[in-house]
């Protein structure tokens, strides 16, 4: 079986310019979180899906990043315009439903770089 | 924002010594713990869910205790090897209508051979 599948890699840009990522989650999980984690912290927790449906993005910033999990599968964090605070790892789970008894599979994580 | 700590924040140790780490937590609200290793490179995995105050977790040379009524679990690594090497992280979810997940900042483990 597959597992949580995340692209790009890598991805280096310029302030200013936007950027997206990619995750197609674990089949037949309903919840998809985003986490963004920074050198030396542990992940923070940017958006959680319950199917198609956010269920929690308090921590989101609404002016530059937007996401989107249509059909309630695949997921699409955006960022624009990025800043120099935003290069971290974004790293995608998800797992069969909330947070509790059922753990979270992670995707390999998108390092951001901006300069 | 839920307080989950971990300590120490970094540590090495020679191959063959053990070793644990702490995961503090909030004493309320409490649903469950999850302890995930994160290899350089590689995706975080979970290690272990522990629910019930008193559990004790084992997977090989790995164990990891549970304490709810005060706040903490320790994860202990019996022998450690150099494949032990990865950051430890703990998450704490909160129980409630809208169950919450919070990480720890991780414990980075160097096993030096």
């Known amino acids: ?115 | 924002i839920l307080n989950v700590e971990q300590s120490p924040q970094s540590l090495h140790v020679q191959e063959g010594d053990s070793t644990n780490f702490t995961c503090s937590f909030p004493s309320s609200n409490f649903y469950a713990l999850h302890w995930y290793r994160w290899e350089t490179a590689k995706s975080p995995e979970a290690l272990f869910v522990m629910t019930l105050n008193g559990d004790e977790k084992k997977k090989g040379r790995i164990s990891a205790t549970l304490n709810t009524k005060e706040g903490y679990s320790y994860l202990y690594i019996k022998g450690s090897q150099p494949e032990d090497s990865a950051t430890y992280l703990c998450a704490f979810i909160s129980s409630g209508s809208a169950r919450q997940l919070t990480f720890g900042s991780g414990t980075q483990l160097t096993v030096l051979p």
């Not at chain 1, 597992?3 to 840009?13: A, N």
């Not at chain 1, 909330?98 to 995707?107: D, I, K, Q, R």
């Open chain 1, 1 to 115: 079986e597959a597992g949580v599948v995340q692209s790009p890699r890598y991805k280096i840009i310029e302030k200013k310019q936007p950027v997206a990522f990619w995750c197609n989650p674990i089949s037949g999980h309903n919840t998809l979180y985003w986490y963004r984690q920074n050198l030396g912290q542990g992940p923070e927790l940017l958006i959680r899906y319950e199917n198609e449906e956010a269920v929690d993005d308090s921590q989101l910033p609404k002016d530059r990043f937007s996401a989107e999990r249509l059909k309630g599968v695949d997921s699409t964090l955006k960022i624009q315009p990025a800043e120099l605070g935003d290069s971290a790892v974004y790293l995608c789970a998800s797992s069969l439903s909330e947070p509790g008894a059922n753990v979270l599979t992670f995707g390999a994580g998108s390092r951001l770089t901006v300069l």
